[in-house]
Structure formats: structure tokens, C-alpha cells
């Protein structure tokens, strides 16, 4: 079982930055997708940004050049740097792991947090 606790988000104007973090109950390294989805009222969830077992770190297009993931491995937390926000930029974001079982994969979400642009 794998806890996701996310931290961070709340109001900021176009142009702004917010940091988000997700502390994760297990060691991120033992994690084989370990990312951020985010969904606007009335839409689906869809990908911002996520590491897969390769190390890589894919973000959407919509994101790209704005946003940073990071992740501490010490401290068992990736983060979210999001630069240059824009109002489309705003939906609950939702941590989101994997980890890979004897049986399959497990997938893990956080609870969400809410960020919002606006003037």
C-alpha cells in the first residue's frame, strides 16, 4: 500500500508560479510511474508530468518549458514547479504512482489540491 500526500496549490494571478509537493509512503526509487495528473470541472483527468522506470520525465505539451518535476529521494517527494501559470492551468491536481506487485501493478492517487489562476 502506497500513501500520497500532496501539499501546495491555492490561488495565484496569470503569470505566477506555484510549487506543489507529494510525499509518498514508500521510496520513490522503488516506484514505477511516479507523476502529476490534473483535472479541470467538467473535464477528464489528464497527464501534466510523470517519471517512468527509465528515468525520464514526460510532460504534457500544454506544460512544457513551464513546469519542472523533481524528485527527492531522501525525502520520499517529488515536486511540481509550474512558471508562467495561465488560467487553463487551473484543475485539482492529483499525485499519481505505481508500483509494481508480485501480483501486477498498483495504482496509487493522492487526494488532490486545488490551484487556480485568476486575475
Known amino acids: 500500500q502506497v500513501q500520497l500526500v500532496e501539499s501546495g496549490g491555492g490561488l495565484v494571478q496569470p503569470g505566477g508560479s506555484l510549487g506543489l509537493s507529494c510525499a509518498a509512503s514508500?521510496?520513490?526509487?522503488?516506484?514505477?510511474?511516479f507523476g502529476w495528473y490534473r483535472q479541470a470541472a467538467g473535464d477528464e483527468r489528464v497527464l501534466v508530468a510523470v517519471?517512468?522506470?527509465?528515468?525520464?520525465?514526460r510532460y504534457a505539451d500544454s506544460v512544457k518549458g513551464r513546469f519542472t518535476m523533481a524528485g527527492d529521494n531522501a525525502k520520499n517527494t517529488m515536486y511540481l514547479q509550474m512558471n508562467n501559470l495561465k488560467p487553463e492551468d487551473t484543475s485539482v491536481y492529483y499525485c499519481y504512482a505505481v508500483q509494481r506487485t508480485a501480483s501486477g501493478n498498483d495504482e496509487y492517487w493522492g487526494q488532490g489540491t486545488q490551484v487556480t489562476v485568476s486575475s
Open positions: 514508500v521510496s520513490i526509487s522503488r516506484l514505477k510511474v
Open positions: 517519471i517512468l522506470g527509465d528515468g525520464i520525465i
